[in-house]
């Protein structure tokens, strides 16, 4: 319980964040996509399921406020952090290079995704100019920001995984 | 070995659970089945005074640097600024008289009085797009304050959008640079009608596209564009922009342009809300 509480709140967090990047780093033209970077590091860390809902949240909050179409972000950012999870265990350690490596690939993923649902069905041509104009940039700049989020999510990662082992270990706390 | 079965097997299932729930989640809203509305304000009373408190820590950075000046220099600037107060007084008083003297004349002319006769309310933006595809923000007024969807928001005098979704305290502008975005608009000296559009890839220059223009009175750079009596969502009269440029079509029948909006869209701290809707407007 204790451990869902706190991954809900880095969610939280992060939200409000990405949502006032722009307030309080006013030169700064291009916002990360901080959720996303959440989601992957979950994916990464914890593995599928963790990922999945992870993901599942953060778009369903990204819908709420910002959303054209309620539960479309959602669903994309869960199978993102379901298909992360499969790198779950693959590693370890707090490198994070590979993290960046898959941050960089499903932010163009989700946003060619965007793209096509937003403007493509809707008889809007023009990917190439979209691709340089706002794809590009934010899929670097958020694996840019992939560095310092990524080693901020994995210290909590590991805080909140102390707390379930020892929660394991004694018993007669199980719930 | 059999528990982490069980795990997989579970989390294929939940993910399937989750498709099927988010799928029906988008059909019902997009269909207007159901309103999302109700979630969105419960979740909105949360967020948003979160929001405000990060903006009010950001104002706080920003406005640091203000704190290191000294004494002596803000003594001289308030010296300074007493100066131009005691000037705008009096500048005031002129123009008090002159708008009574305009507004007889108005009454005379039958003329409406422009947006500066509509109820306004004021409000702070406090959150923007998470993404970085449309231009929307929210504000800290909602429908506590009277705000309703498709209201006309300005700012320094000039068009920034339009409410998209409201909250008991807050709303979502959708602004007007927009990319696939048109209003119909007029040029202030003449009066004709012309369409003005958002663009993504003028977005970065901060400029819009104007066209449709016919008209036979020479247009020059310069000129306002400002939104017109044919608008279906827009309140007449509500300056647009400045033209950059304009030039012949191709087919010469008809001149496009672009246009400078006149709010900086890169900064905007606080908007007007005019509580007023078109249609119940035309009533």
Request: glycine share 8%.
């Amino acid at each position: 319980m204790k451990k869902n509480f706190s991954i809900f709140l880095m969610i939280v967090i992060t939200f409000l964040l990405q949502s006032t990047f722009h307030q309080v780093l006013p030169s700064s033209l291009i916002v990360p996509n901080l959720l996303l970077i959440l989601t992957v590091s979950m994916g990464i860390m914890r593995g599928k399921k963790s990922g999945m809902w992870v993901g599942f949240i953060s778009g369903l909050l990204t819908d709420l406020f910002f959303g054209t179409y309620f539960g479309f972000t959602a669903l994309i950012y869960m199978y993102i952090g379901y298909l992360n999870g499969f790198l779950f265990k693959m590693f370890f350690d707090e490198d994070f290079r590979i993290p960046m490596f898959f941050v960089g690939i499903s932010d163009l993923v989700y946003n060619i995704i965007f793209y096509i649902v937003h403007f493509a069905l809707q008889g809007k041509g023009g990917f190439g100019k979209f691709f340089r104009t706002t794809i590009l940039p934010e899929a670097i700049c958020t694996v840019i920001f992939t560095i310092l989020f990524y080693e901020i999510y994995f210290a909590i990662n590991k805080k909140i995984h102390a707390g379930e082992q020892e929660e394991q270990q004694s018993p007669w706390l199980r719930r | 070995m059999k528990k982490r079965k069980g795990y997989h097997v579970k989390s294929k299932y939940l993910l399937a659970i989750l498709t099927i729930v988010c799928i029906s989640l988008i059909s019902l809203t997009v269909t207007e089945t159901v309103s999302i509305t109700p979630i969105r304000e419960a979740a909105g009373v949360l967020i948003v005074p979160m929001q405000s408190g990060i903006n009010k820590i950001g104002d706080w950075i920003n406005g640091q640097h203000i704190g290191r000046k000294s004494a002596r220099e803000l003594a001289e600037e308030n010296e300074q600024l007493k100066t131009r107060i005691s000037e705008l007084e009096e500048q005031n008083t002129v123009l008090t008289q002159n708008e009574q003297e305009l507004n007889d004349l108005r009454a005379l002319y039958n003329l409406d009085q422009g947006y500066t006769g509509y109820d306004k309310v004021a409000a702070s933006v406090i959150a923007k797009d998470t993404g970085n595809w449309f231009n929307s923000f929210t504000i800290d007024k909602g429908s506590d304050d009277g705000i309703t969807v498709d209201m006309n928001v300005i700012s320094a005098g000039g068009l920034v959008g339009i409410v998209t979704a409201v909250g008991t305290n807050w709303a979502t502008v959708r602004s007007i640079i927009d990319d696939g975005n048109s209003i119909s608009g007029m040029i202030l000296s003449t009066s004709d009608p012309c369409i003005v559009n958002g663009n993504m890839d003028l977005m970065e220059e901060d400029k819009m596209s104007f066209g449709n223009l016919t008209t036979d009175a020479d247009i020059t750079p310069g000129e306002q564009i400002v939104t017109s009596n044919i608008s279906d969502k827009y309140l007449p009269g509500i300056l647009i922009g400045y033209i950059d440029s304009i030039e012949d079509d191709s087919n010469h029948l008809a001149k496009t342009g672009y246009l400078i909006p006149a709010v900086d869209f890169h900064n905007i701290q606080t908007v007007l809300v005019i509580k007023q809707v078109k249609e119940s407007g035309a009533q």
